[in-house]
T-cell receptor
Framework: GAGVSQSPRYKVAKRGQDVALRCDPISGHVSLFWYQQALGQGPEFLTYFQNEAQLDKSGLPSDRFFAERPEGSVSTLKIQRTQQEDSAVYLC????????????????FGPGTRLTVL | GNSVTQMEGPVTLSEEAFLTINCTYTATGYPSLFWYVQYPGEGLQLLLKATKADDKGSNKGFEATYRKETTSFHLEKGSVQVSDSAVYFCALSDHSGGSNYKLTFGKGTLLTVNP
């Protein structure tokens, strides 16, 4: 596709419900990132995939958060037993190829999913 | 750890005014520095970047210079337009030591330009 897409764009959940957020990166992009953006704050890193491998999940705030990318393209961020503090915009970004010896490639961001937990 | 501190907003300017948004950073390695912009109703877009000390990034009339001695990357534009109204985020990516290019962002600065 032309860019990174995310669905749904808006999600309202009752406290305790499970939610699944989807990210479709740019076709062929190897690396994929998830970020969480609370209201009035900058995005904060959650987790990183290179192809299907989850290489860094240091930013996941609790074991209720789980991400996967089983075929190295589409990724899903799942939040179990949602809490009010999970309310935020969840952003997905992708990079073509990370090159350690070169300047970092531009991260292309999706429009985000706004999650509201009541 | 890494962190980014940027000027608190909101910033309100008249068209054609000079813009500066301050950004300073703390990093353990040798980061690359970025400015991202978020226009109303849209996703984050890269505005400009600089990968080493003294580099100047520029785009759409915006400029920022990577100053290692002051750990700063201030965003400037000589003459703002109404269409520049957006939220601006300063960010760094520390790819030393095998890091994965994850971005560390500041809190964002809301800019409103009035005609």
């Amino acid at each position: 596709g032309a860019g990174v897409s995310q669905s749904p764009r808006y999600k309202v959940a009752k406290r305790g419900q499970d939610v699944a957020l989807r990210c479709d990166p740019i076709s062929g992009h190897v690396s994929l990132f998830w970020y969480q953006q609370a209201l009035g704050q900058g995005p904060e890193f959650l987790t990183y995939f290179q192809n299907e491998a989850q290489l860094d999940k240091s930013g996941l705030p609790s074991d209720r958060f789980f991400a996967e990318r089983p075929e190295g393209s589409v990724s899903t961020l799942k939040i179990q037993r949602t809490q009010q503090e999970d309310s935020a915009v969840y952003l997905c970004a992708s990079i073509l190829i990370p090159q350690r010896s070169l300047s970092p490639d531009t991260q292309y961001f999706g429009p985000g999913t706004r999650l509201t937990v009541l | 750890g890494n962190s980014v501190t940027q000027m608190e907003g909101p910033v309100t300017l008249s068209e054609e005014a000079f813009l500066t948004i301050n950004c300073t950073y703390t990093a353990t390695g040798y980061p690359s520095l970025f400015w991202y912009v978020q226009y109303p109703g849209e996703g984050l877009q890269l505005l400009l970047k600089a990968t080493k000390a003294d580099d100047k990034g520029s785009n759409k009339g915006f400029e920022a210079t990577y100053r290692k001695e002051t750990t700063s990357f201030h965003l400037e534009k000589g003459s703002v337009q109404v269409s520049d109204s957006a939220v601006y985020f300063c960010a760094l990516s520390d790819h030393s030591g095998g890091s994965n290019y994850k971005l560390t962002f500041g809190k964002g600065t809301l800019l409103t330009v009035n005609p």
